[in-house]
């Protein structure tokens, strides 16, 4: 199955101003397609070639790194634009995520605190994540293009700290892109759609 760029589920100009247009122009038209395009030429005449994008991550960590990236980075942003919504974020969660949070995360404020740290603290770059393994929803942060799948988890939220997701808006404050993302951005429909399924 050959990897393919999605459409963005919103406008370019719709995250302002806590995501530029020109930040998502690069980053979706540039960055994602290129993971894409690379993917597809790395993958060709492999044993990779024909089997599902989640399939092929899992089977290429730690065995072929360019196809690894490259599948990984497509994966993670595929769902990394849903992850996001104009008028997102905030602590008005969904029932079922609110309690789900409570129980694992100690409450949300305790997740927000958390997850931005794991973001802040993630060293070049990755990826901090909420993840649910062994039932339980877990916050935990992966180098370049790494996410929980290869660790055991199901990713329910993921965001990006590539220097190319924030860099135009926020230039070297990381933590408050982090902040942006957390207070103005998520998606927390899609979080909980991901969440049931993983459950």
Same mark, same amino acid.
């Given at each position: 199955m050959a990897f393919e760029l999605p459409e963005l589920p919103y406008a370019y100009d719709s995250l302002q101003p806590f995501m530029s247009a020109e930040t998502l122009e690069f980053h979706h038209d540039? #960055?994602?397609?290129? *993971?894409?395009?690379? @993917?597809? &030429?790395?993958?060709?005449?492999?044993e990779f070639e024909g089997k599902s994008l989640e399939e092929v991550v899992k089977a290429s960590y730690g065995k072929n790194a360019g196809v690894f990236n490259n599948a990984g980075q497509h994966y993670n942003h595929i769902h990394f634009w849903k992850w996001m919504k104009n008028g997102g974020g @905030? &602590?008005?969660?969904?029932?079922?995520?609110?309690?789900?949070?409570?129980?694992?995360? %100690?409450?949300?404020?305790?997740f927000r605190a958390d997850f931005i740290a794991a973001g802040t603290t993630q060293f070049g770059s990755g990826w901090a994540w909420l993840a649910v393994?062994? %039932?339980?929803?877990?916050?935990?942060?992966?180098? &370049? @293009?790494?996410?929980?799948? $290869? #660790? @055991? %988890?199901?990713?329910?939220? %993921? $965001?990006? $700290? !590539?220097?190319?997701? *924030? *860099?135009? +808006? *926020?230039? &070297?404050?990381r933590p408050k892109y982090l902040e942006?993302? $957390?207070?103005?951005?998520?998606? !927390? +429909?899609y979080v909980l759609e991901l969440y049931e399924a993983a459950v």
């Open positions: 540039k #960055h994602h397609l290129a *993971y894409v395009t690379n @993917g597809n &030429n790395l993958i060709k005449g492999t @905030g &602590n008005k969660l969904p029932g079922k995520l609110e309690a789900a949070f409570a129980s694992d995360l %100690g409450g949300y404020d305790k393994k062994d %039932g339980k929803i877990e916050i935990s942060k992966t180098p &370049n @293009g790494e996410n929980p799948l $290869v #660790h @055991g %988890g199901k990713p329910i939220l %993921g $965001v990006d $700290v !590539w220097e190319h997701s *924030y *860099y135009i +808006d *926020y230039r &070297n404050a942006a993302f $957390v207070d103005s951005l998520i998606n !927390w +429909d």
